[in-house]
């Protein structure tokens, strides 16, 4: 099957959290990953997981009816048939707050005339959630097909959990966390040592209720 590409707008501070999210879409999209809008310091760890551009997708002289923005506050879904091999799907690198912000609109779908802008369900993925949802379309499933945990808790410790505030999609009744995001949050908690790091396995027992982290 041929795919589409992904593009991500690099709107952040490239650090661990973002980095993992972009690993993330990088193993889901490959070679045809292209990040835009990187900042001269930052783009030798980009090229490492896709193209990269120091220009702006606002900018860049694509041709605009092939790109197809994931922006929240569009008014319609992304579907299958919107997207052709060589259609550029556009995923705002913007870490998530609580609610919606509009910065995908305002940073990017208000500053591209002739561009698609699609939206992906009601909830909040991550980058990484938003890059696998978009890709489970382009192979052809539907919007409404594509299992998701809202505000996912995960247990730290017998004391402590946090909540990741935002929705992680599933893929056969598994949750798609972005990997390596676990033990991130346990160092900077100050749980867990660099020696001490979860293995996948223990990750995928502890969402499906047979083991604890």
Do not use: C
């Amino acid at each position: 099957m041929l795919m589409p590409y992904l593009l991500i707008e690099h709107l952040e501070e490239l650090r661990d959290w973002v980095l993992l999210e972009y690993r993330h879409a990088s193993e889901w999209w490959g070679e045809k990953l292209i990040f835009t809008n990187v900042e001269p310091h930052e783009r030798e760890e980009l090229a490492k997981l896709g193209s990269v551009l120091a220009q702006s997708v606002t900018e860049f002289p694509f041709d605009r009816s092939k790109l197809i923005i994931l922006d929240p506050f569009a008014e319609e879904e992304l579907k299958p048939e919107d997207i052709e091999e060589d259609s550029i799907i556009v995923v705002g690198g913007i870490l998530g707050d609580f609610e919606f912000t509009g910065k995908t609109k305002k940073f990017i779908t208000e500053k591209i005339e002739g561009a698609k802008a699609r939206h992906i369900g009601s909830v909040q993925f991550s980058i990484d959630g938003s890059a696998i949802v978009a890709k489970l379309i382009a192979e052809g499933k539907r919007l409404d097909e594509i299992e998701y945990e809202l505000n996912p808790t995960i247990k730290l410790d017998e004391f402590s959990e946090i909540t990741l505030h935002y929705a992680v999609p599933k893929l056969d009744g598994r949750l798609l966390l972005t990997p390596g995001l676990i033990e991130l949050q346990k160092r900077e908690l100050g749980y867990t040592e660099a020696d001490d790091e979860i293995s996948d396995e223990e990750l995928e027992a502890f969402f499906e209720g047979k083991g604890e982290l």
